[in-house]
């Protein structure tokens, strides 16, 4: 499943460069040093979340895969590769075609799930899922560890609920972020972004999960994990944004749009709002609730959870200000004509 999700991903990839650079062929051997590398992150992530000898790490036939190291190997080591084997081709452009798309390579390698028996939620009433296939209703009635389901229940399919996320994800990045709001966008966003929407999957669905799937002590890795990938690609986005108005106006080539004065006290407020909304809620639940070492929808998790959105809601204040300020001046400096579209 996993070198399915893969390989569609790849000729998706191959189309999109095409269209950009009139070339097939561009990321083949990004993809053959990429797809390993992610292969082998995803099992160093697991087994050091989960204490493995290290003298176990190559018994991969074993199972112990996590997506979030290999998602990290991956993208660095494709980077890389991208960046000495592709010097005529923009990086930028790459990364942002390829990294979203590795949701459609999740959501289909979700399905060795399904044949495994594995990572599932707890039981609920089959009635509740008459809408899914027969075909999966009647799988996700045994688990690898739990066994079979009581009368009447099945296990909550995770993998497809996953999957499902995973595609709309993509769809949202790629083709909304991606085309309604380009005119804000800096190169490397899109990539970012979809570090962002599956870190965010992780930390709402790691709870459901039956516990004997959670990784790490208390059920704890994956999750905390999904919150950092959250927090940390919302500072990233600000950097690149930061960093790339610093050198645009190094070089007097930054360009001022028209509306964007308007668009920017939008942002702000919107960013503002939301973000204290989010961080009060979440200071509220801390404080009602006391820490439970274990994973769990409990109020003072949610409370992290709500503050950590919170933080990276308000982070995306920034490159708003420095747009408004840019604005500004530009505006008080004109002496006539229109702004520059």
């Avoid at 000898?53 to 036939?61: D, K, M, T």
């Avoid at 688990?143 to 009447?152: D, L, V």
């Avoid at 709402?204 to 799937?213: A, H, K, N, T």
């Amino acid at each position: 499943c996993i070198i399915s999700g893969a390989g569609l991903v790849y000729f998706m990839c191959d189309h999109f460069m095409y269209k950009e650079y009139g070339e097939h062929g561009i990321l083949e051997s990004t993809f053959f040093v990429a797809f390993p590398a992610g292969i082998i992150g995803a099992r160093i992530w697991y087994c050091i979340g989960e204490n493995v000898p290290i003298q176990n790490w190559i018994r991969i036939w074993e199972g112990g895969l996590t997506i979030l190291g290999g998602a990290i190997m991956g993208i660095v080591v494709g980077v890389l590769w991208f960046l000495w084997r592709n010097k005529k081709y923009s990086i930028w452009v790459a990364v942002d075609c390829i990294v979203p798309t590795i949701l459609i390579a999740q959501a289909v390698g979700r399905f060795g799930n399904f044949f495994n028996c594995e990572v599932h939620g707890l039981e609920a009433s089959i009635d509740s899922f008459k809408w899914l296939p027969e075909i999966i209703r009647n799988n996700m009635t045994y688990s690898s560890t739990q066994g079979f389901a009581s009368e009447g229940m099945m296990y909550v399919p995770l993998f497809f609920i996953e999957g499902l996320v995973n595609f709309f994800g993509y769809f949202f990045i790629a083709h909304f972020i991606g085309k309604k709001l380009r005119k804000v966008l800096e190169p490397g966003d899109l990539a970012v972004a979809y570090v962002i929407w599956y870190g965010m999957t992780r930390v709402i669905l790691e709870p459901f999960r039956d516990p004997s799937f959670n990784m790490g002590q208390n059920g704890y890795w994956s999750w905390m994990w999904g919150l950092i990938f959250v927090f940390a690609g919302a500072l990233v986005i600000i950097g690149n944004h930061v960093v790339r108005y610093i050198l645009k106006k190094s070089k007097d080539n930054y360009v001022v749009l028209k509306g964007d004065k308007t668009l920017s006290t939008i942002e702000f407020i919107s960013f503002s709002v939301v973000g204290i909304v989010l961080i009060y809620s979440a200071i509220q639940l801390m404080k009602m609730n006391e820490f439970t070492s274990k994973i769990g929808f409990d109020g003072f998790n949610i409370g992290i959870m709500l503050l950590v959105l919170g933080c990276s809601v308000l982070i995306f204040d920034v490159p708003a200000i420095f747009r408004y300020i840019e604005v500004v001046k530009f505006d008080a400096s004109k002496t006539s004509g229109d702004i520059n579209d």
